[in-house]
DNA sequence: TGTATTTACATCGCGTACGATTCAGTTTAA
DNA sequence: TTAAACTGAATCGTACGCGATGTAAATACA
């Protein structure tokens, strides 16, 4: 990493910018189903693993409590989402899909497949980027900032 | 690329982590000159070049007047920015740096090439990640979405 | 010329995103 | 066994980020 100025500085905003680009793109895909990215996010890793507190899904999505816990509540307000307290820790709260949630999953995996294939990203190298992704991410983990 | 589901769900999350793990680290950095990052990446277009209009630095940095406006706003109330009527399109609005913003740059890059370089990302091909990420921004550019 | 469209900016509503604080419940250790 | 330290959530304040709408100025064009 020779001359960090002005390559990282790129380097930010090109991720900065990717970042805002996929969030439009899912935004749209997800429109018809009144969901944003970061709800189809918690879908994703509930769809994976259901019945998760609070804490690991803000574990898995990096997210903090102060933005997790509105996501939460609003989803629960669609209909989507189950908070019961619980019984081993009473702090701790147990976040379960709804029949709606779950007996929507396959339709929403395939709209946003579709969106990802009339998107078609010409000639990107989606494995190479996903490792260099990964390994800045992971540095990133053992970074005190 | 084969196989979109899963590989590009991860590569859209991958990318939204790295965003706001940059976001962070950058916002450690600018802490002390009481800057965000997104009003970092003002200067860093007007540094370039002073004395944009409004839109022009939202072309730049892919941000709409919804998002860049209050932004702007706020520097103007921070003292770093100008904003005067454009005489030759009266819609039209001329963001100039104050002495302060100006006076400021030396260090606020000092700040953040510091940080960079005791982040040191380990084994980071930070050439080909940007390039990837660039193929990648461009195929954003010539979609419908 | 006069009207229709477009453009530049402003504002609004909604939904993240994050650090800081608060509070109740849990664990640790003296 | 308590007091102290810690942990999981909730809440608050500030700042994006975006689509939609509003308004005035500029441009197109019939």
């Avoid at 910018?17 to 918690?42: G, I, R």
């Avoid at 629960?76 to 007996?103: P, W, Y």
């Amino acid at each position: 990493m020779e001359k960090p100025t002005k390559l990282e500085q790129q380097l930010c905003f090109e991720v900065y910018k990717a970042s805002s680009n996929f969030s439009k793109m899912y935004a749209k895909a997800l429109e018809p189903f009144n969901l944003t990215f970061p709800q189809y996010l918690v879908l994703l890793v509930l769809w994976e693993e259901d019945g998760l507190l609070t804490k690991n899904i803000g574990e898995r999505l990096g997210l903090g409590t102060g933005t997790l816990n509105p996501i939460i509540n609003r989803m629960i307000e669609q209909g989507r989402l189950v908070k019961e307290q619980s019984q081993s820790d009473k702090r701790a709260f147990t976040i379960s899909l709804t029949e709606k949630a779950k007996s929507e999953q396959a339709a929403v995996e395939q709209a946003v497949l579709d969106k990802l294939i009339s998107c078609d990203f010409m000639g990107v190298n989606a494995i190479t980027l996903m490792k260099n992704l990964k390994e800045l991410n992971a540095s990133f983990k053992t970074m005190d900032l």
